[in-house]
């Protein structure tokens, strides 16, 4: 079975550009969470809610329930992320990160 196709994934650069202009209705700790998420990962969801409690959904319309700072399911997706072996096909990573998400919130 093969599980890597020779290709990577890393960062090298990342800019976030910012319209203060939407933002003035948050508070400075939120935003600063929810640019460092931006930052660490790429977010699939952006525009839309996730289903786990997240900073990410902060700036999205439609969520009900906004978390005011990272939660526990940011921060197991954030180790998830960065133990996850970046040579793998893509299916194996997110198989990875699932795996490490489950092992942090249950306290392993």
Do not use: W
């Not at 960062?11 to 969470?33: C, Q, T």
């Not at 900073?55 to 197991?76: F, K, M």
């Amino acid at each position: 079975m093969r599980l890597g196709e020779g290709l990577r994934s890393e960062f090298y650069n990342i800019a976030i550009v910012i319209d203060p202009m939407k933002l003035m209705n948050f508070e400075i700790g939120p935003l600063s969470d929810y640019i460092a998420m931006l930052a660490l990962t790429e977010l699939a969801a952006q525009g839309g809610c996730v289903d786990l409690p997240s900073i990410t959904n902060l700036l999205a319309e439609a969520c009900g329930t906004r978390s005011t700072a990272l939660t526990d399911a940011d921060l197991a997706f954030l180790r998830g992320l960065y133990k996850m072996s970046p040579d793998m096909m893509l299916g194996v990573q997110k198989d990875e990160v699932s795996y490490q998400m489950e092992q942090e919130l249950k306290g392993h």
